[in-house]
């Protein structure tokens, strides 16, 4: 479930996010989590699992998926979508960067 860019917002240097791991900002009451994969992609999840609202930014980052620590339930960077067997989705939102600077599209 993609949300729709109305303002891109500097959120840091992709060097301040560790290779498979993830880096939390805050908008509003709402943490969303900013992934970086092994080869330098980058993603926005909210950072609640769909299943028992786990942080995924505690998780493990593999193959354009995250594992949630709580439950190990895998969900995709890209669309949020739970993957195998379980149903659910997370929040996802459009993230670029701009030579090493991380935008974020809110």
């Given at each position: 479930m993609n949300m729709?860019?109305?303002n891109w917002v500097a959120v840091g240097?992709?060097?301040?996010?560790p290779r498979q791991g993830a880096r939390c900002v805050k908008n509003g009451d709402m943490t969303i989590a900013?992934?970086?994969t092994s080869d330098d992609r980058v993603f926005a999840l909210e950072d609640k699992c769909p299943h028992k609202n786990g942080p995924l930014s505690n998780g493990i980052v593999h193959d354009g998926c995250?594992?949630?620590p709580l439950h190990n339930?895998?969900?995709?960077?890209?669309?949020g979508t739970a993957q195998g067997a379980d149903k659910g989705e997370t929040l996802t939102?459009?993230?670029?960067?701009?030579g090493q600077t991380v935008l974020l599209g809110l």
């Open positions: 729709v860019a109305t240097q992709l060097s301040d996010i900013i992934f970086r995250v594992t949630c339930w895998v969900i995709s960077l890209e669309t939102f459009p993230v670029k960067l701009d």
